[in-house]
């Protein structure tokens, strides 16, 4: 996929309707195995009665349910190169939240939280865009506006 966007090319419509139907087969297998397994049990309320409704399913069985019905979102990125094939670039944004919160559990002020997600957000921006961390550290808040309107 990479050489053919890297060209300006598209996929095949043939090569298209072997991947989907290859991904129906992986999911309707998924999903076959999950009706295959015994229901999980349901909770019991505080009464001693078991809880009512909507029979509960695995984490797994919703996930694949959800893949089944949601197909052309899911694949989009074969028909639209614009569209990533992973979502790695959020997860990316995210880490570095999450790891600051394990080491020190919290930020002490809202202040100190807003400088901390404005300079990770500036320094991924600058990532993303190619340029030197550094630099960009270095640069005024205008100049960068200005840098990304030309970008």
Same mark, same amino acid.
């Not at 999950?34 to 505080?46: C, D, I, L, N, V």
């Not at 694949?64 to 569209?83: I, P, S």
């Given at each position: 996929?990479?050489?053919?966007?890297?060209?300006?090319?598209?996929?095949?419509?043939?090569?298209?309707?072997?991947?989907?139907?290859?991904?129906?087969?992986?999911?309707?297998?998924?999903?076959?195995?999950?009706?295959?397994?015994?229901?999980?049990?349901?909770?019991?309320?505080?009464?001693?009665?078991?809880?009512?409704?909507?029979?509960? *399913?695995?984490? +797994?069985?919703? =996930? !694949?349910?959800? /893949? $089944?019905?949601?197909?052309?979102?899911?694949? #989009?990125? @074969?028909?639209?190169?614009?569209?990533?094939?992973?979502?790695?670039?959020?997860?990316?944004?995210?880490?570095?939240?999450?790891?600051?919160?394990?080491?020190?559990?919290?930020?002490?002020?809202?202040?100190?939280?807003?400088?901390?997600?404005?300079?990770?957000?500036?320094?991924?921006?600058? *990532?993303?865009? +190619?340029?030197? =961390? !550094?630099?960009? /550290? $270095?640069?005024?808040?205008?100049?960068?506006? #200005?840098? @990304?309107?030309?970008?």
């Amino acid at each position: 996929m990479n050489a053919a966007k890297a060209q300006g090319l598209t996929l095949t419509p043939e090569l298209i309707a072997w991947l989907q139907k290859r991904y129906d087969s992986i999911v309707a297998k998924g999903v076959a195995f999950h009706e295959a397994q015994p229901p999980p049990a349901r909770k019991t309320q505080s009464n001693g009665k078991k809880s009512s409704g909507r029979q509960r *399913r695995r984490t +797994g069985h919703n =996930l !694949l349910l959800r /893949l $089944q019905g949601r197909r052309e979102d899911v694949l #989009r990125f @074969l028909t639209d190169f614009t569209v990533p094939s992973t979502n790695n670039l959020a997860e990316q944004a995210l880490r570095m939240m999450k790891v600051r919160l394990k080491i020190s559990g919290c930020f002490r002020t809202a202040d100190g939280a807003n400088d901390f997600v404005t300079l990770r957000t500036v320094l991924a921006t600058a *990532r993303k865009q +190619g340029w030197s =961390l !550094l630099e960009t /550290l $270095q640069e005024s808040p205008d100049a960068l506006i #200005r840098k @990304l309107r030309v970008a």
